[in-house]
């Protein structure tokens, strides 16, 4: 059974910075990329940032030059780093995951359960 335990949302003024912590356990044979996406009431989840094992990285365009992804292998851990936050990064941020956690099945998305960031004006 594969994990995905969030950690660092909370409340924050606008201009300050938080960081989100994402990570995996369970019975992991690979991981093959890990994200950030977030989800406000009434609108569809969007992709924030996401990165693969070698490096690439893709960002939002809201939050380039702001948020930074990065991802230790070792932990099965992945990093949001969020800078100078507006109100409007108050979401519902998401960890998502591409795991191959069984052989027979293959590679699948993982979620976690969110974690709320609000940031006031």
């Known amino acids: 059974q594969v994990q995905l335990m969030e950690s660092g949302g909370g409340l924050v003024q606008a201009g300050g910075s938080l960081r989100l912590s994402c990570a995996a356990s369970?019975?992991?044979?690979?991981?093959?990329?890990m994200g950030w996406y977030r989800q406000t009431p009434g609108k569809q989840r969007e992709l924030v940032a996401h990165t693969t094992g070698g490096g690439r990285t893709n960002y939002a365009d809201s939050v380039k030059g702001r948020f930074r992804i990065s991802l230790d292998n070792a932990k099965n851990t992945v990093y949001l780093q969020m800078n100078t936050l507006k109100p409007e990064d108050t979401a519902v941020y998401y960890c998502?995951?591409?795991?191959?956690?069984?052989?027979?099945?293959?590679?699948?998305?993982?979620w976690g359960q969110g974690t709320q960031v609000t940031v006031s004006s």
């Open positions: 369970g019975n992991i044979f690979s991981i093959n990329g």
């Open positions: 998502n995951a591409w795991i191959l956690a069984d052989l027979h099945v293959g590679s699948k998305d993982y």
